[in-house]
């Protein structure tokens, strides 16, 4: 039986236990909430997960659904212990509910260590995600500001009139510093502040889709490795569908063969998009650059993305039967081959090139090699490179996000940028009419973003989402955004009031009765 001295004691523990469960449940709601947000990046979050476990299999499926059960743990934790709390009952938790959160807590915050790792400067895509939302969020964050100030009114109230009738005795006794009314006084500001807080914020921060002046033009597609969520990526299949969908341009990754041919490849290795472990199976994880092109050349690079179907778009229809049966052996396309179908169809040419590693036999000549050919293309401004070298002039030169002022001391004449910089520099690049490729969208939120932001050009998997978008989700001229908040604002405001009022009024009523 417990004794009367260990009772507070029970009680602050259960207090303890109580809050530890409210943090917890926090902590796995913003893990729920960042690996939902990244939803673009599933596909490449389970790539890495399968070349770190080596067992092919949909693992983030598997810790989605896991996280859910495991947030629906936490709540039923707090829930429950809550009740208990409130109806003054036994709220110290099981043994089992003690032991249970903290290796869970552990594994969820090593997962979300190991996700902003691997995502890098993608990560980014949490912040644009929820600035697209704000505005929403904005709104529910000042409804429940307006309710907590309406709760707190008559204790505010409270507070003065009871400052009115203890300020003679504080009179008395000459205490001026601190006496009921500086309470009274401080209390009351403080509260005004941090509502008037929550009721400047939607002035204080602009979402990207308000636009000054016009809405600027639609950037333009250029499709990234191809059309590469409808196709097998940098081929000539995905170069075909790049076109299909209107893409103006598309991106390719190169890299050059040990007897020294350039063809199109963005990993190191052939596992991921070959047959590689089928015809040289004793050399599946050598290095792509190892293999002489006529190797190279024997590989299926299509049958892959037929099998997996790894982004739903064969099963869901955008692919059609004849385009996916066309995929089969479908084989690694050599420079000269990308060449040509970009000049066949008046594409734009991007090339991402890979220097090999210092032992290969072209180390040291790959890219003359490379910048040799494509001068020889004929195709001049509409190939777009990173090289500086002057076999590079008579092509565009695109460099990294930098500061305007440097631009022409750079030699760039385009910005080739990740998509989640800031704001700020995207507008000076629209200020500056410097055109701006970002890369790699696959949000139509953010791709609504930078249209509004006055992006040129945009780097894409999924040319047949981003194609049929007509206009940004939802955008707003400067002026009414400001007009269209200072409406909510006094509506919210003057609701508020009213719903005091009624309530003082319904409890004066009670009183006299």
């Not at 989605?64 to 059960?69: D, K």
């Amino acid at each position: 039986m417990d004794t009367p001295t260990n009772e507070p004691t029970k009680k602050i523990a259960e207090r303890i236990w109580f809050a530890f469960f409210v943090v917890f449940t926090l902590n796995i709601a913003a893990f729920t909430l960042i690996a939902m947000l990244m939803q673009p990046l599933w596909y490449d979050v389970n790539e890495f997960l399968i070349s770190m476990l080596n067992i092919e299999f949909n693992w983030l499926v598997l810790i989605i659904v896991l996280t859910f059960l495991v947030l629906g743990y936490g709540l039923y934790l707090v829930i429950y212990h809550l009740i208990m709390l409130i109806k003054r009952r036994k709220a110290l938790p099981h043994l089992a509910n003690r032991i249970i959160p903290f290796p869970l807590v552990l594994i969820w915050n090593g997962m979300l260590i190991l996700l902003i790792m691997e995502a890098g400067s993608e990560l980014s895509i949490v912040r644009t995600q929820l600035e697209h939302i704000s505005p929403i969020l904005i709104l529910i964050l000042i409804i429940i500001a307006s309710a907590v100030f309406v709760i707190l009114l008559p204790k505010i109230t409270d507070l003065w009139a009871k400052a009115k009738v203890y300020l003679e005795l504080f009179k008395k006794e000459e205490r001026k510093v601190w006496n009921p009314r500086n309470k009274a006084i401080i209390v009351t500001l403080s509260v005004i502040v941090i509502y008037l807080m929550f009721l400047i914020m939607p002035f204080t921060f602009t979402p990207s889709n308000v636009v000054i002046g016009s809405l600027p033009d639609k950037p333009q597609l250029v499709a990234h490795r191809g059309a590469s969520h409808l196709a097998p990526e940098n081929t000539i299949a995905a170069g075909e569908l790049a076109v299909k969908w209107g893409a103006i341009g598309w991106e390719i990754d190169i890299a050059i063969s040990y007897d020294g041919i350039i063809f199109l490849m963005h990993d190191s290795t052939l596992e991921r998009t070959t047959n590689i472990a089928e015809v040289f199976p004793e050399r599946k994880s050598d290095r792509a650059e190892s293999f002489n092109i006529s190797d190279i050349l024997l590989l299926d690079a299509g049958s892959w993305f037929v099998n997996q179907d790894p982004f739903g778009t064969i099963s869901d229809g955008y692919v059609t039967q004849i385009e996916s049966d066309s995929y089969i052996e479908e084989k690694i396309p050599t420079l000269a081959e990308a060449i040509n179908f970009t000049r066949d169809n008046n594409l734009i040419l991007d090339v991402e090139d890979y220097r090999p590693s210092n032992n290969h036999p072209y180390y040291a000549t790959y890219e003359d090699i490379l910048l040799d050919q494509l001068n020889a293309s004929g195709l001049g401004k509409d190939i777009i490179v990173s090289s500086s070298k002057p076999l590079a002039d008579p092509m565009t030169r695109k460099c990294g996000p930098i500061c305007p002022c440097y631009m022409h001391s750079e030699g760039c004449e385009l910005v080739n940028t990740q998509h989640g910089i800031s704001n700020a520099r995207f507008k000076e690049y629209q200020e500056e009419n410097i055109s701006v490729m970002a890369w790699t969208v696959d949000s139509p939120a953010r791709f609504s973003q930078l249209w509004c932001l006055g992006v040129d050009y945009v780097k894409t998997n999924d040319l047949h989402i981003l194609s049929t978008i007509e206009k940004p989700s939802w955008f707003l001229i400067t002026r009414n955004y400001y007009i269209g908040w200072s409406q909510l604002n006094i509506s919210i405001v003057t609701i508020s009031g009213i719903i005091y009022f009624l309530l003082k009024r319904r409890k004066t009523v009670q009183i006299d009765k």
